[in-house]
T-cell receptor
């Protein structure tokens, strides 16, 4: 158990809908990363937060947004969902933003039908 | 920008040694990580290099050459359970960017 909790584990929704994925980092970790992993792709970096502030942005679509709350949990919002958004979404946390290993949650498997 | 290259697939036999290479091109380098990921599971941390040289951890070792933008993961005494994807990841600034991974198949 990495100590990073992601909910829900599975999510099935229809095209055009909006969903929210939740991540609770390890106790004491300030940095949260979000990744998307499709079958034929590696881990695509979406966005990183550090202590409530956005720190780095990757290939995140405009339909997607995220935030980190004062208690350090984070949410990833996906809207106007398309079939191609079906993927495994991972959250990872690390103690600091740089130079420390990131621990991954078990992921949320999103299926858009 | 970031461009991380590693072989797509490798095969090896139990008890052998395998080396998985990774090259990267970026600015703002803050370290090189290796992760292991079994199918359908979360990646787990294996090693971290920020200075040139070899880091050894049991059966696994990782090497870094910053001037060459090159790293490798060395796995010794391979076991069947080592069959997995091995992900090279560069910390560029504060972002942690992953390569597409190398799928290693270990056979008996």
């Amino acid at each position: 158990d990495s100590g990073v909790t992601q909910t829900p584990k599975h999510l099935i929704t229809a095209t055009g809908q909006r969903v929210t994925l939740r991540c609770s980092p390890r106790s004491g970790d300030l940095s949260v990363y979000w990744y998307q992993q499709s079958l034929d792709q590696g881990l695509q970096f979406l966005i990183q937060y550090y202590n409530g502030e956005e720190r780095a942005k990757g290939n995140i679509l405009e339909r997607f947004s995220a935030q980190q709350f004062p208690d350090l949990h984070s949410e990833l919002n996906l809207s106007s969902l398309e079939l191609g958004d079906s993927a495994l979404y991972f959250c990872a946390s690390s103690a600091r933003g740089v130079g420390t290993e990131a621990f991954f949650g078990q992921g949320t498997r999103l299926t858009v039908v | 920008g970031q461009n991380i290259d590693q072989p797509t697939e490798m095969t090896a036999t139990e008890g052998a040694i395998v080396q998985i290479n990774c090259t990267y091109q970026t600015s703002g380098f803050n370290g090189l990580f290796w992760y292991q990921q079994h199918a359908g599971e979360a990646p787990t941390f294996l090693s971290y290099n920020v200075l040139d040289g070899l880091e050894e951890k049991g059966r696994f070792s990782s090497f870094l050459s910053r001037s060459k933008g090159y790293s490798y993961l060395l796995l010794k005494e391979l076991q069947m359970k080592d069959s997995a994807s091995y992900l090279c990841a560069e910390q560029a600034g504060t972002a942690l960017i992953f390569g597409k991974g190398t799928t290693l198949s270990v056979s008996s």
